[in-house]
């Protein structure tokens, strides 16, 4: 279960420079995959030893030229309701501003840790500056400068401190761990209490390192599984609904803790871009995805062929990543509510499976054979034989070629199809790695 670090802090102290600054060792090292640039506000962040998402509240404001004071106390009511850390960026050239001080009012009042972070420490007669910060009340100020990167370890090793080494209650790892998930008003809590029913066969409440219960444990209906803690269970915040930043805020919790998100949308609204954030936390994080069209009893037209144009518009947009259930839904007269519960168990299911490396090999090297990877610079690539990893959650195959550096995107997605077609990975992310042979 990982920690939540927020940043928040008036416009132009630095927030996405410290953000890229906590979050690029690791960017470094993993691929970057196809429709993640949208969400370069969440990211992760690794430091002795410790695994944390750090989010950076600024980057959800749209009109960011002339943010207003109301956006940004909503913004830190939200950070603080719902993050297990705050940094308070504050700026040594500019000095303590009006608003700095009314944001530095509320967080006093928060029970949320905050960690005061002067940044812009260019240079090291600057961190003389800091000292008005003290009046803020929030502690020592730690001095550093996000674009050279100086007084980052000092930040990080206090981050850890504070974080504290609780412990990790985790779920049985052999159930299932369903998160429902979505923009607010969809139908979130509908569901949930449709699962559940008022006969609640609840079997074990795991307290987890939030504030409350994150896994509630059910089983009915022949199925045995955890459903993650949503912000349709957990208490309603004190932010109106429509904040953008606020559902996905309360989104990740719930995405990095379970096997198979939910994505709840609604009928009369379709796609919207909420939705596109959301899904890419979901393949950023690699969960499965099964994608559930509520309140489609409110559609006039429930034919099969509208049905169809329905699912085709819903696949076009998550494109590439377009194998992936839909299910059409009711929450108010329960229809097909069952069939959501057995396509998030089938997609755990296709995430736990195993192709043995002969099959494998039998079917994909004659496809290879057929149509090989282009050549580049003359050269070609040859690709002899290939296997499926065995640690990882998500299935991920290696293909082993002489020349890994010249198999680019479009025929990696090539062979994922391929495997997709002969074996059934539907809702999962399928990880594939081109190495040295």
């Known amino acids: 279960m990982g920690n939540l670090v927020a940043i928040v802090g008036r416009p132009n102290v630095g927030k996405s420079t410290l953000f890229n600054r906590l979050t690029q060792t690791r960017q470094a090292i993993v691929d970057d995959e196809a429709g993640t640039t949208r969400d370069r506000q969440y990211g992760k962040c690794e430091w002795g030893g410790r695994l944390f998402?750090?989010?950076?509240?600024?980057?959800?404001?749209?009109?960011?030229?002339?943010?207003?004071?109301?956006?940004?106390?909503?913004?830190?009511t939200v950070a603080v309701d719902e993050a297990d850390l705050v940094l308070f960026l504050v700026d040594i050239k500019n000095g303590l501003t009006d608003l700095d001080v009314e944001v530095g009012r509320i967080l006093r009042r928060s029970a949320t840790p905050v960690i005061l972070v002067a940044n812009k420490m260019d240079t090291f007669d600057l961190q003389y500056g800091a000292a008005e910060f003290y009046s803020l009340g929030l502690g020592d100020?730690?001095?550093?400068?996000?674009?050279?990167?100086?007084?980052?370890?000092?930040l990080l090793d206090v981050v850890a401190s504070k974080l504290g080494d609780k412990p990790d209650e985790e779920a049985d790892d052999n159930i299932p761990r369903f998160a429902v998930i979505g923009r607010p008003n969809v139908g979130k809590s509908s569901i949930v209490n449709a699962f559940i029913g008022e006969d609640r066969h609840i079997v074990t409440d795991i307290a987890g390192t939030t504030r409350d219960s994150i896994y509630t444990r059910y089983n009915k209906f022949g199925f045995d599984f955890y459903l993650v803690d949503t912000a349709g269970i957990r208490k309603?915040?004190?932010?109106?609904?429509?904040?953008?930043?606020?559902?996905?805020?309360?989104?990740?919790?719930?995405?990095?803790?379970?096997?198979?998100?939910?994505?709840?949308?609604?009928?009369?609204?379709?796609?919207?871009?909420?939705?596109?954030?959301?899904?890419?936390?979901?393949?950023?994080?690699?969960?499965?995805?099964?994608?559930?069209?509520?309140?489609?009893?409110?559609?006039?037209?429930r034919s099969a062929t509208v049905m169809r144009n329905y699912e085709d518009a819903i696949r076009r947009r998550l494109e590439p990543f377009s194998d992936f259930p839909i299910v059409f839904t009711s929450a108010v007269s329960k229809q097909r509510i069952m069939k959501v519960l057995e396509q998030a168990k089938d997609v755990y299911l296709h995430r736990q499976q195993r192709v043995s490396t002969g099959k494998l090999n039998a079917e994909m090297l004659p496809l290879i054979e057929s149509y090989p990877p282009p050549s580049m610079k003359g050269k070609y690539i040859k690709i002899k034989y290939c296997m499926q990893l065995q640690g990882p959650v998500?299935?991920?195959f290696i293909f082993f070629a002489n020349l890994p550096q010249y198999v680019k995107e479009p025929y990696k997605r090539f062979l994922e199809n391929k495997?997709?077609?002969?074996?059934n990975f539907s809702g999962t992310p399928i990880n594939i790695f081109i190495r040295q042979k």
């Open 53 to 76: 998402s750090v989010v950076d509240t600024g980057g959800w404001i749209v009109n960011s030229d002339d943010v207003f004071e109301e956006e940004i106390r909503k913004q830190v």
């Open 141 to 154: 100020p730690v001095c550093i400068s996000a674009a050279n990167g100086s007084g980052s370890g000092d």
């Open 236 to 301: 309603k915040g004190k932010v109106e609904e429509d904040l953008e930043f606020y559902s996905v805020m309360r989104s990740i919790r719930s995405i990095e803790n379970s096997d198979v998100c939910v994505l709840m949308l609604d009928a009369t609204r379709g796609i919207e871009s909420q939705d596109m954030n959301i899904v890419s936390l979901v393949l950023k994080n690699q969960k499965g995805l099964v994608v559930v069209v509520n309140k489609w009893d409110l559609i006039e037209d």
């Open 394 to 396: 998500v299935p991920s």
């Open 419 to 423: 495997i997709r077609e002969k074996w």
